[in-house]
């Protein structure tokens, strides 16, 4: 029977990608499932062999560690390098967007605390 390996929501595409090629590297036998035509399916990689689902699953664990530590490490030497930009370069790179969501932000605040401002005056 098939069982659920790997959940591809919100995955971004290279990170996929390396997980279907570590797959294939393993002769893993999989099969994928996409989101459908309006996105409410579940994307993931599916085994068909439920009787290996631990060791696969060992597998993508030990890859999706060592995935982090070098894409944590890669972070850390750019952002030593001075090329990983601050909060407050972001915001001036785009200033419409951000704007925006500090304002939205204040106004989302005030609809929570509003109520309780005017009990308590």
Avoid: C
């Avoid at 893993?28 to 599916?46: F, H, K, L, Q, R």
């Amino acid at each position: 029977m098939a069982a659920l390996l790997f959940r591809l929501r919100n995955v971004p595409e290279n990170e996929a990608v390396a997980v279907r090629q570590m797959l294939d590297e393993h002769h893993v036998d999989y099969y994928e499932t996409d989101a459908g035509n309006w996105g409410i399916s579940m994307p993931a990689i599916w085994i068909n062999d439920d009787s290996r689902l631990v060791e696969y699953k060992t597998l993508i664990n030990d890859w999706q560690q060592s995935y982090a530590a070098t894409a944590r490490s890669e972070y850390l030497q750019r952002k030593a390098d001075g090329l990983e930009p601050s909060l407050f370069e972001r915001i001036k790179s785009r200033p419409a967007p951000s704007l925006l969501a500090i304002a939205f932000s204040i106004f989302i605040i005030y609809v929570m605390l509003g109520p309780m401002w005017r009990l308590f005056r």
